[in-house]
């Protein structure tokens, strides 16, 4: 069984000061990669923040004989995603993988949660992963190769109490992900999603009697996908506790009466049996993939 290597590898992992960052940065650096370790240093809820939390890893890696260099800017804004990228530019001469992964809560339920949360969990996670990952898309393009990875959560991708903010940056980074994706296609990038589910700071009350919920048992999953080898791209993957599985969103038949009639609400209401049932799913490339469908379901193909 080939070895997957991280040799001449660049890599940007966000976040990387703590809990799934570490785990990836760590793993990314023992198998070869140079590693911008980013880490703002940030309480849970973004508050705060240390230099030293990313630099302590950075350190650690150089102590075990790799290569890092730490960045403590808070990911979120235009220039820290540009800063970070142009950090692993001028220190390692290119960038072949991101991890976008940097991440806070402000948990509330939707009567209370002020704007100011909303506003803070979307800037961290979706607009702080598109800073980052438009600026590494240009030097990606230019060298014809790139391995994105943005990470979800099972709240964004099924629903969770308490967090709408949380929920709603998480599957943004879902639609984020497949644009680059399928942006990236010529150009030698990929693009997918992970949804973690480990014992780290931001999930401290899970149960010991769960299991280990390490995040070095996300890690083997996150790196084969931002590997050479893995040319999967696209796609929406979760993992914890040593279980894996793909996570997709389809589209189901339909039913229609025929392609531009105009139903009633009663007639609707009649078929929604057959508007809801799942058999026969696709999962589409794109937007426009629906249309093909349409016209199926229409009667015309
Ligand atoms: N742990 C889980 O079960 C779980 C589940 C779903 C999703 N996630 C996601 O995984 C990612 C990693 O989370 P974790 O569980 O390792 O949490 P963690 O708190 O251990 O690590 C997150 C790190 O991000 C850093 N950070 C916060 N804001 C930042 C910013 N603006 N810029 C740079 N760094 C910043 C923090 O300082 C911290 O070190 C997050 O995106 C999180 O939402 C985790």
Redesign the pocket.
């Given at each position: 069984m080939a070895e997957i290597s991280f040799q001449d590898r660049v890599a940007v992992v966000?976040?990387a000061?703590?809990?799934?960052?570490k785990a990836y940065a760590t793993e990314l650096a023992r198998r070869g990669a140079k590693v911008v370790v980013?880490?703002?240093?940030?309480e849970?809820d973004?508050r705060g923040g240390s230099a030293s939390?990313a630099e302590l890893v950075a350190k650690e890696i150089v102590a075990a004989g790799g290569e890092a260099v730490a960045h403590s800017e808070?990911?979120?804004t235009p220039a820290a995603g540009a800063g970070v990228v142009e950090l692993a530019l001028e220190h390692f001469g290119k960038v072949d993988i991101v991890i976008n992964?940097?991440?806070?809560l402000r948990d509330k339920s939707l009567a209370k949660m002020p704007a100011e949360d909303f506003d803070l969990v979307l800037d961290?996670?979706l607009a702080?992963s598109f800073h980052v990952a438009q600026r590494a898309f240009a030097a990606m393009k230019e060298q014809g190769y790139g391995r994105m990875l943005f990470?979800?959560?099972?709240?964004g991708l099924f629903g969770n109490f308490g967090q709408a903010n949380?929920s709603a940056a998480?599957m943004g980074l879902v639609g984020l992900s497949s644009v680059v994706a399928i942006e990236g296609a010529r150009h030698g990038i990929t693009s997918n999603v992970i949804?973690?589910?480990?014992?780290?700071?931001?999930?401290e009350d899970m149960p010991e009697s769960m299991g280990p919920y390490a995040?070095e048992q996300i890690a083997p999953l996150s790196l084969y996908l931002v590997s050479e080898e893995c040319t999967a791209t696209h796609e929406v993957y979760t993992a914890g506790n040593g279980w894996f599985a793909q996570v997709f969103v389809g589209v189901a038949p339909g039913w229609s009466p025929g392609l531009g009639s105009y139903p009633s609400v009663e007639e609707v209401r009649d078929n929604m049996a057959a508007i809801r049932n799942q058999d026969g799913y696709q999962v589409l490339t794109d937007a426009a993939a629906i249309l093909p469908l349409i016209e199926r379901a229409g009667g015309r193909d």
């Open positions: 966000t976040g000061g703590r809990g799934l960052g980013n880490d703002a240093g940030a849970q973004g939390v808070p990911i979120g992964n940097a991440g806070v961290v996670h702080g990470t979800a959560s099972g709240a949380y998480k949804a973690p589910l480990a014992r780290t700071r931001l999930t995040p």
